[in-house]
């Protein structure tokens, strides 16, 4: 008996394909891959609908159609029907089928029946599976299929092989090029293929992702510990380990130089900005970890080619990187092809290494003088709860490469102390200094010719433990040829001018001669060297100087140019350049950073420009 949903769905029938929004996969193969036998399973597990051009036309012969001969002649010998024919019988099916999502075997099989389904029903498909299998296993599968085929014999299956070769196989080129094929190895056994076949169809997360290229290469990643399946612990590590991973295993990864060279890959990080809502979905806590060739650039707008996606899941915290359960569930297949997956459309951003991170967290406790004092004592225990972060710790917290860490941390004049590294807080480098300059004077040392040994015996003998003495040569000075050092002019008077500025703003005259007065009589200050240290502010006749540090500003381009319009609301170019030539914006010329964050004015013609916020 007709039901209330079955007449509806037949009135839904008639309206024509384009009115209604289909899903169509094109499954494509040579003869005897296993298209029919995969298509059977994804109909299962899917919800598709089967439609295999082949069948068709086979029923078409069996339901006495005029066109029955023609087309049973053409099978017989291997060739291509007319597409005339075949798009009518695909069309046909799709319009009388409630469904609307189809897989389409078999079809299309040359250049015309591509154009011809694309010029009849206008659809594009979503994508195109295609079924890889050496010629003499699909030969040997064909003359045991035992289906009654009367193209199952010998000379057909070569002719059918042939017409394959010529014609098919440029149509799924057609598709590559297109990055639309999902490649599956069809030779493996039929539960093996279709796993393979289920990663592609197996939805993500039917929303948008934001993934953040974390701009590493992927040389980063250990894979060798906390494997989670034996059979991981027996293969190999970083970048195999993870490119050798099985669907439905996972291992954890952390950032690590062993990942081996495979610099040609990137690793993409989910940005935080959703992270509040992964978090708080009830599924899991995952991230999306993608990794794509090097050389394929990202673009801001496009979905970029994906090399391969994992899914990862996290079993404490999201935002930070170290102990993540990664587990793949999408083949290699993936590699070189698509541009959008079907179900998820992904939207990716090349962003910098996150080194505010490192900044935030050697802040948390810099060495002080009284770290100094306990450096002996200090237990295990301790040292675990004073938040004090070794090399890989910093590693598994940072999203950096060893390189970018490492001039991270020497940019924040960071220092290896029994292991940890550390930022040393200011009061104490400033008393180390002068103690420094003060025993050149006892000394009668040139701050241009320091021995090393003799200023660290010194400096040691004065309370300083050795690895601070040698970390303040390495902040304020430079090693020359000879082995001495020589004490940065620049470095130690910004130094003495941070110092006074610490107090808050000061007048430009009171600056001047206090900066004079602390300075070394051997060195000479000059004003241009606070560039991007210092602003200076009128109020009434008298000119102030504060401090305004672009290295105490955040990386991030969008929190920069905030915190500059907050800071003033109008900047000259000559003010602004200091504090943005640092940062860099993949895919962005600093004209481009300018465009996007601010908005440029020029009263006059001959004026400076000035530049506020957007
Ligand atoms: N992965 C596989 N391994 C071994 N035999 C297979 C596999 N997949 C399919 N077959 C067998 O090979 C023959 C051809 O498979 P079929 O799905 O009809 O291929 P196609 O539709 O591509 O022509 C069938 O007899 C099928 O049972
Ligand atoms: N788009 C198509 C599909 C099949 N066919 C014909 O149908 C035959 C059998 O195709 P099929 O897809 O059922 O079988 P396999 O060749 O994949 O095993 C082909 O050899 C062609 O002669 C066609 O002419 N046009």
Redesign the pocket.
Known sequence: METAIDSANKEANGISLSEKKVTVVF?L????????????NIVQHFGFTHL?A?DLLRAEIKSGSENGTMIQNMIKDGKIVPSEVTVKLLQRAMQDSSNDKFLI??FPRNEENRAAFESVTGIDPEFVLF?E?PEE??E???L????GREDDNIDTVRKRFKVYMESSLPVIEYYIAKGKVRKIE????????FEAVKTIFTPLKEKELYLIDCKKPVELIEAAMEMETEQQLSTCRGAEAVLNLQPASSVSIAYHSLFGPHDDLVLLELDEKLLPDVLHNSLMKMQFFVLRPKHMPLSMSEPPTLYCLYRLQINHCCVEMHKILMRKIVSRNWWHQSSKWHLVSWKLFEVAPRIDRLKMLLSENPYRFDDALMSEELDEMEKNNTRLYSWSDLIDKVQASADELRSGLQALSAVEIDGYWRIVDENYMDGILNMLLHNSVLNDWSLNGLNEAEVVGVLQSDGFPCEIAHHCLQVYGSKMDDGMWRLDEKRVCIHFARGILRGGKIRMDNFMVEWMRKIPEEMQASFDMLTGEVLTEKLGIETWVYAFSVSSLPSAPAERFSMLFRERPKWEWKDLQPYIRDLSVPGLSSEGLLLKYTRRTQPTPDAEPVFSAR
């Open positions: 499954v193969g040579g003869p005897g891959s296993g298209k029919g036998t995969q298509c059977a295999s082949g075997d078999g079924f299998c296993e699909m040997r599968r064909l045991s299929r035992n289906q069809a030779a493996k056994p039929v539960k093996e293929v």
